[in-house]
Structures are given as structure tokens and as C-alpha cells.
């Protein structure tokens, strides 16, 4: 069984600053796929960033980077130069290769606040 | 990038009545569309998997006969939760995923709010 694990439940950061957010994941599978999903009050879900298993290089998109580390099965995502705009609740997730066709496992998210 | 709209983003209904939410693919070719339940300051639960032309695969503990999933087409998959009752209210959002893509692209979500 997959597992996701964020520990933060909420963190502050001060704006214009960078900000790290953790995610542990759990899997014996060799093939996955890591996401990150920011989800505003309105509630919708939008991508954010992208980490393949077999991917040697960090992904980046922007101010978001994900710090892959695969022997410890962490995959942080770091934001840089925090915005207001980016107070929001962040799950991390994560996709396994399954018959059910990239079904994902979520983490139980961190509430991002963004301080001025 | 990939649009998936989901309607209605808010609704409201009595106790006993169904309702209906609609999920579509909006520029691409969903096979495969995912149906997830939020509470409040909560993780998304998957409920279902719904595969175009094939019956949904539902989650341990999801009640396939109250929540009734439809994916006729490659672009719509409807949810339906029969005879909803005040603990159905909840934040429903679906997702699609590309044929032969990686991402998954959400819909806006619906707010549910049984009487």
C-alpha cells in the first residue's frame, strides 16, 4: 500500500522569503510519480509540479521546485520568494502505476499562510 | 494547459432528493476520471474510478448505490448521490487524466449542502 506523509499541518512564512514544505512517502513500487496540488480557499485543485522516479534531475516550474530525495523517499516542495497569493492549503501526492489507471494517494495537506 | 470543468460549483437540496454533478474533459480524452470527497480542512478521499464504457470502481466503504457514477463518454462522467442526506454535504471534485499523460488536472469542485 502507498502512503503519503506531510507533518505540517500549517506553517507561516514571511513574504518574499522561501518556504519548505515536507512530504514523506511510502511505497515498494519502483515506478511512481510525485505531485504537488495547491489548493486555494475556492477550493479547486491546481497542479503545481511534477517528479518522476526515475527522473534524475529536481523538477522546477517557476518559483516552485520539488527537493527529490530518493533514498530518503522525500519529495519537499520549495517555494521561493513567497507571495501572498501563495496562502493556501499544499497536498502532496503521489501515483502508482495500478489497474486502476494513475489513481493518487494524498497526504493530509499543509495550510500555507503567507505573512506581509 | 488541460481545462476540466465541473458543474455545478454550488447546490443545494432537500433531504431525500438526488442530485447530479458533471465532470468534463474540456480540450482532451479522459479514459479515466476520479472522484474525490473533501471535508473541511481535510485530505481528499478517493471514492471512485471511473473508466469510460465500464462500471465505476469504488473505494472500500464508498456506497455504490448512493453515489452512482456514470462515465459514458470520454469526456462526462456524472456523479449522482441518491437521496442525499445532511451528512452527504460535503466538497466533491473530480479529476481527468489524459490518455497517455502523467498529470492529473482537476475540476473546480462542488459544494454540497443537504438540508
Known amino acids: 500500500a502507498q502512503k503519503i506523509t506531510q507533518t505540517q499541518p500549517g506553517m507561516f512564512v514571511q513574504e518574499k522569503e522561501a518556504v519548505t514544505l515536507d512530504c514523506t512517502y511510502d511505497?515498494?513500487?519502483?515506478?511512481?510519480?510525485l505531485f504537488w496540488y495547491k489548493q486555494p480557499s475556492s477550493g479547486e485543485m491546481i497542479f503545481l509540479i511534477y517528479?518522476?522516479?526515475?527522473?534524475?534531475q529536481n523538477a522546477t516550474e517557476g518559483r516552485y521546485s520539488l527537493n527529490f530525495q530518493k533514498a530518503r523517499k522525500s519529495a519537499n516542495l520549495v517555494i521561493s520568494a513567497s507571495q501572498l497569493g501563495d496562502s493556501a492549503m499544499y497536498f502532496c501526492?503521489?501515483?502508482?502505476?495500478?489497474?486502476?489507471?494513475?489513481?493518487?494517494?494524498f497526504g493530509g495537506g499543509t495550510r500555507l499562510m503567507v505573512k506581509p | 494547459g488541460a481545462v476540466v470543468s465541473q458543474h455545478p460549483s454550488w447546490v443545494i437540496c432537500k433531504s431525500g432528493t438526488s442530485v447530479k454533478i458533471e465532470c468534463r474533459s474540456l480540450d482532451f480524452q479522459a479514459t479515466t476520471m476520479f472522484w474525490y470527497r473533501q471535508f473541511p480542512k481535510q485530505s481528499l478521499m478517493l471514492m471512485a474510478t471511473?473508466?469510460?464504457?465500464?462500471?465505476?470502481?469504488?473505494e472500500q466503504g464508498v456506497e455504490k448505490d448512493k453515489f452512482l457514477i456514470n462515465h459514458a463518454s470520454l469526456t462526462l462522467s456524472t456523479l449522482t448521490v441518491t437521496s442525499a442526506h445532511p451528512e452527504d454535504s460535503s466538497f466533491y471534485i473530480c479529476s481527468a487524466r489524459w490518455v497517455a499523460g502523467e498529470k492529473l488536472f482537476f475540476g473546480s469542485g462542488t459544494q454540497l449542502s443537504v438540508l
Open positions: 511505497t515498494s513500487d519502483q515506478s511512481y510519480g
Open positions: 471511473s473508466n469510460e464504457g465500464s462500471k465505476a470502481t469504488y
Open positions: 501526492a503521489m501515483r502508482v502505476p495500478n489497474n486502476a489507471g494513475n489513481m493518487l494517494t
Open positions: 517528479q518522476g522516479s526515475y527522473d534524475e
